[in-house]
């Protein structure tokens, strides 16, 4: 984590600080009422982050965790969805070894977007019946919602992880029109060089 930027280290305790508020409140509201099925959810979301593929990427991969994620959303709801992503996130953590910060923002963003995506079903299909044209489009809009926002949080940390590189590895007239105002201090004026 050293050689991380500070703004990419308040990025990542952004997102700590907001999985953690997330999940204090999904165990608030947590009500078991099927732990079998909880319990075997929570094995096969760890299963599929055990065993996945690497990706193209450094540090990318590809996993089914969402399938059970999504699965474990629809048929329990997002308090014990929310348990499946923090026990299959510590079983990875034990088994795979995986940097703690790296495996701390995960677990926080999966946490974040499953309650994101259980906002929007909520707002679409407050009734919660899956099997109506309304409960058909909120459970479509709310796995939406989680794919999206996973990739847009975790592409903020990789875009502020790579941006020194990007602007270091441009030709001296391009980084002339660098300006201030973005996160990370960057706006990119693509007027081309003459």
């Known amino acids: 984590m050293k050689e991380l930027s500070i703004p990419t280290r308040l990025y ?3 997102i700590y600080v907001l ?18 099925m909880l319990v075997i ?3 096969l979301a760890s299963l599929a982050l055990i065993i996945k593929v ?19 959303f629809a048929y329990l709801g997002v308090p014990q969805t929310a348990i499946v992503i923090l ?13 703690w910060f790296i495996q701390v923002f995960n677990a926080s963003c999966y946490v974040i977007v499953i309650n994101a995506a259980g906002f929007i079903f909520h707002l679409i299909e407050p009734g919660l019946v899956l099997t109506t044209p309304a409960g058909i489009l909120a459970i479509t809009a709310s796995m939406a919602t989680f794919t999206l926002l996973n990739h847009f949080i975790v592409g903020i940390i990789v875009w502020m992880q790579n941006v020194p590189r990007f ?3 441009c030709p001296p007239r391009f980084n002339e029109r660098i300006e201030g105002g973005l ?6 004026n693509f007027v081309p060089n003459k």
């Open 167 to 169: 602007f270091t590895a």
């Open 41 to 43: 959810l929570c094995i």
């Open 12 to 14: 990542l305790l952004l």
């Open 87 to 99: 026990a299959s996130s510590l079983v990875e953590f034990l088994v795979n070894r995986p940097p």
């Open 183 to 188: 996160p990370g201090g960057v706006v990119l």
């Open 19 to 36: 999985g953690a508020l997330l999940i204090s409140q999904d165990l608030l509201n947590l009500q078991v009422n099927e732990p079998l």
């Open 54 to 72: 690497e990706g193209a990427t450094n540090r990318s991969h590809y996993s089914f965790s969402f399938i059970i994620y999504g699965f474990s």
